[in-house]
């Protein structure tokens, strides 16, 4: 068996080209402009060219981006005064401050400080409690394109044995809920998991996640299972250049596989796609409009 590969630059693109379509509609219909707004603290490289993707997304989506950057020195204080103004700014719909933060900066206090319906990024409490308890909050981003790509490969989840490798609060836990709620059985698994591969083995649906590259071997996989590979690991090669791998052993699991993501082009394209989907929602949300795109 040779697994199909997904390829989620193609599906990341056709959302975005259904946000476009809603973007236009919430205009001309609604005189309604998404607005995402993004804090940087610091000037770290990484951080720097992400917001600046974002910038660009959310432009050519058609909606509104407002950047705010802030010395990596700023007080606790004034970061979360910074948040609370956006919190009342009612052209803003999304804001998402970027991590990590410099260490004097505590960032748990700094998520609960942006208000929960403006959370795009679905990390404050509330969207976590409202996501374990079926409620309508907002959903993390990776979590949520995950489930967006396995629905779209394999229709109704309802029934199948799923596993998520990894525990995070960003992908592992709010994975496993989004399972449940697609009514799978689902284990949450991670590295100190006895007898992991299987786990892993018994399992429909394998969601990796938890940052140790190709701790996933290939012969664990079920035939025929649907494989999510969410880590992006750099490792050196033996000629001593580096490489970008997953979680999974690519090469031996996608010869058991049914559907495989790769690593690059598989999860990671689809998270500034999702935040964009998260801030339409946001937006439809705030303004009382009950339409399609998860709104």
Not at 5 to 33: C, P, Q, R, T, W
Request: with cysteine.
């Amino acid at each position: 068996m040779t697994a199909d590969i997904i390829d989620g630059k193609a599906f990341a693109s056709n959302l975005k080209e259904n946000i476009d379509h809603k973007v236009a509609h919430l205009k001309e219909n609604y005189n309604l402009v998404p607005g995402l707004a993004v804090v940087l603290v610091g000037e770290d490289p990484a951080s720097q060219v992400y917001v600046r993707n974002k910038n660009k997304s959310t432009l050519a989506a058609g909606m509104n981006s407002y950047e705010h950057l802030m010395n990596a020195d700023v007080s606790e204080a004034d970061l979360i005064a910074k948040v609370e103004e956006l919190n009342n700014d009612p052209k803003v719909h999304g804001i998402l401050v970027q991590l990590p933060l410099p260490k004097h900066i505590n960032e748990a206090a700094v998520i609960e400080s942006i208000a929960p319906e403006k959370d795009v990024d679905g990390f404050h409490v509330i969207n976590s409690g409202l996501l374990a308890t079926g409620g309508k909050g907002m959903v993390p981003c990776t979590p949520l394109g995950c489930i967006m790509m396995l629905k779209d490969k394999l229709g109704n989840l309802s029934g199948l044995d799923a596993v998520v490798v990894g525990r995070s609060n960003i992908v592992g836990k709010p994975m496993a809920q989004l399972l449940l709620n697609e009514s799978c059985t689902v284990t949450i698994a991670h590295s100190r998991t006895k007898n992991l591969a299987e786990v892993v083995g018994r399992s429909d649906i394998v969601v990796a996640a938890v940052g140790v590259p190709e701790l996933v071997k290939g012969d664990w996989i079920k035939e025929g299972a649907t494989v999510i590979d969410v880590g992006i690991n750099r490792i050196e090669k033996e000629d001593g250049k580096t490489k970008l791998v997953g979680d999974v052993d690519f090469e031996e699991a996608s010869k058991r596989a049914g559907a495989i993501t790769p690593v690059p082009g598989g999860v990671g394209p689809m998270t500034i796609a999702v935040l964009l989907a998260n801030t339409v929602t946001a937006a439809c949300r705030q303004a009382g409009v009950d339409e399609p795109l998860n709104c």
